[in-house]
């Protein structure tokens, strides 16, 4: 089969099982990105020469320890959301954010190309398991589950990868971070967000059709996905470089695996979490 469209068809059947599992129910939602951290665990746990059992079965713990408290019943087919106290949030996203900074540290760190016991697992609970925790926590808000919240996100990646790429490609001169990911540049990362940013106006207010005047908080997440998806990509590409493999897996034909595809996810969810505390407490 010819590459492409063998990249086609499995980028196609991607998205589409995506948005139709953060569409149907919370619970094809919840089993969805289950499965994916429990790839995403196996992947990672490659990369860094991990022995699977431990991480597996710490990941499928603290998934479904969430999972059983955050779907408390189901009453004449609706779902009852058990809202966390702050503090539990809060905990979960210091951690979270703690690990991303040592990310990006390890990420600018060109001498040491090791990574010891503790890091490997520190990564594994920080840049792993919790971001998908976040990920879950994301389309809950005061009027209950809201899908299209999640969508948008994963849209607004799509599209600053999309024209990162197409900018980069017809007018990028500049590289971005070369020794970690060579076909980068600025021109390329600077489009990406501008466009990322045209979108979030047109998803605010066609997509979500939230009032006019809080239109600048789609602003503040597209860029913030354009800047910290790509720091995650960069980041990913630091684990494979290391690893010495081009892809993290090969579940997605012509895409790699998982990981490869929920790079950026992974790292911008805990800062557009950060960002919704920082609207609550100023609310």
Avoid at 70 to 91: E, H, P, S, W
Avoid at 206 to 223: G, H, Q, S, V
Wanted: glycine share 6%; hydrophobic share 55%.
């Amino acid at each position: 089969m010819n590459e492409t469209l063998k990249r086609s068809i499995s980028g196609a059947i991607y998205i589409i099982l995506l948005i139709a599992s953060i569409e149907y129910s919370i619970e094809s939602f919840f089993i969805l990105f289950g499965v994916f951290l429990l790839i995403a665990v196996i992947e990672f746990c490659n990369l860094l020469h991990l022995n699977k059992i431990a991480p597996i079965v710490i990941a499928n713990l603290v998934y479904l320890f969430f999972y059983k408290i955050a779907i408390a019943t189901k009453t004449d087919g609706v779902f009852y959301i058990l809202r966390y106290n702050n503090t539990f949030d809060l905990v979960v996203l210091f951690l979270t954010l703690i690990v991303s900074l040592k990310c990006v540290v390890f990420l600018y760190d060109d001498k040491n190309l090791k990574i010891d016991s503790f890091s490997k697992f520190a990564y594994l609970i920080g840049y792993i398991i919790l971001p998908f925790i976040i990920i879950t926590k994301i389309p809950f808000g005061i009027k209950g589950y809201n899908p299209n919240i999640l969508i948008s996100i994963f849209i607004l990646i799509w599209t600053n990868d999309t024209f990162a790429y197409l900018v980069g490609k017809s007018i990028g001169k500049h590289k971005l971070f070369e020794r970690i990911s060579p076909k980068k540049t600025i021109e390329g990362f600077i489009g990406g967000i501008i466009f990322a940013i045209i979108a979030s106006y047109f998803i605010s207010k066609y997509f979500l059709k939230i009032p006019e005047k809080n239109t600048f908080i789609w602003f503040i997440i597209a860029f913030i996905v354009g800047v910290f998806g790509t720091v995650g990509d960069l980041v990913e590409s630091k684990f494979k470089r290391i690893a010495g493999k081009k892809d993290s897996g090969k579940i997605m034909p012509g895409h790699g695996g998982v990981l490869d595809r929920l790079d950026s996810v992974i790292f911008v969810a805990p800062i557009i979490f950060l960002f919704y505390q920082i609207l609550n407490y100023v609310s």
